[in-house]
């Protein structure tokens, strides 16, 4: 002001107001951007390793259900709970995977013991560590284990079935990837959101791949997806069912590996009911045999055998071995 009663004179002055007025708009404009929140128009990222479902696995392990279990391994190791397991892969190009076995071989934490087995997406292998734990044949991964595992290592950690925003962008800020589940596909997928952008887009690792190409691919590292009420263009998540939200603690415990896990072969649906209608056959065979010779002690003490061997076999050929099949 000072500045412009020295100069009242001439043009002066209309220098004087246009300096004047730039200053009030920069006022303005500072004083309106001030009432913005600090996170709104940029983005955040947290640097989670990226880890895929279908080519970061054994290769005799078909991985097509185990988004839910791969997601997990992708927030322990960014935690530094998993020391390095490298194994080379040659799928879909050769490269060195380094937290894969953690996914379907042994290991154990302390001493709880990845140990249950689930047979994988061809129904032809077995499947331990976290899928083993985490993946239930025709439900998928099931929420509540997987927040089990996170305890098992030292975690808090729980399921949210009430997820906005705010509530993401607040655990990125945090630097806390979060775990959703989402209807990225018609059955349901889940990948962990590793940041986010200021239009509202969810920075992800899918461990399917980039949605932008056919699944499965191995481009999932911090793809960009729309918030479900959001229109940008890009792949939308269509719907976001829930949050893990997974907590670090002073207590984190370290998984110690195993040696390598081989493949373990499930016997299909196909080869039991081939074998179940053999044994039939064989029963009805035997029985016949009896009533042609018309021996009743030898048909009475054969049937006895025969029901015992069919409990035997049931036993042997249904039981937990083939759990999970369908």
């Known amino acids: ?81 998993l020391p390095l397991w490298p194994i080379n892969c040659t799928k879909p190009f050769l490269h060195t995977s380094l937290y894969r076995q953690y996914i379907v071989c042994k290991f154990k934490v302390r001493d709880f013991i990845f140990d249950e087995k689930k047979p994988d997406a061809s129904r032809e292998h077995f499947g331990y560590g976290v899928y083993g734990y985490v993946y239930t044949p025709e439900v998928g991964a099931v929420w509540s284990k997987m927040v089990k595992v996170f305890e098992i290592f030292g975690f808090k950690a729980y399921v949210d079935t009430t997820p906005t925003w705010e509530e993401l ?19 349901g997928h889940i990948v962990v959101a590793v940041g ?7 920075i ?8 932008r190409m056919s ?48 493949p373990e072969e499930v016997i299909s649906l196909e080869a039991k009911i081939i074998y179940s209608l053999l044994f039939f056959a064989l029963i009805v065979a ?8 018309k021996k009743v002690f030898l048909k009475k003490k054969l049937i006895n055998v025969l029901l015992v061997l069919a409990g035997v076999f049931s036993c042997a050929r249904f039981s937990d071995g083939a759990r999970g099949l369908y």
């Open 204 to 211: 992800v690792n899918d461990p399917a791949g980039d949605k």
């Open 286 to 293: 035997l029985i016949a045999t009896a009533i042609i010779y």
């Open 1 to 81: 002001m000072l500045f412009c009663i020295k100069y009242l004179l001439g043009n002066e002055v209309r220098h004087c107001v246009k300096r004047e007025l730039i200053i009030t708009l920069f006022l303005v404009l500072s004083i309106a951007f001030s009432s913005v929140s600090p996170n709104e128009g940029k983005s955040v990222v947290l640097e989670v390793p990226y880890v895929n479902q279908r080519y970061d696995v054994p290769e005799w392990f078909d991985g097509r259900y185990s988004c839910g279990p791969t997601s997990v391994v992708m927030v322990l190791a960014y935690y530094g709970v």
């Open 215 to 262: 699944y499965f691919n191995y481009n999932g590292a911090k793809v960009v997806y729309d918030w479900p009420s959001v229109n940008n263009g890009r792949v939308n998540l269509v719907k976001v069912k829930a949050f893990i939200i997974v907590r670090p603690t002073e207590k984190l415990k370290k998984a110690e590996p195993f040696n390598p896990c081989k």
């Open 196 to 202: 986010y952008t200021s239009d509202r887009g969810v």
């Open 169 to 187: 962008v607040a655990e990125i800020n945090a630097g806390r990837p979060v775990i959703l589940s989402t209807q990225l596909t018609s059955s």
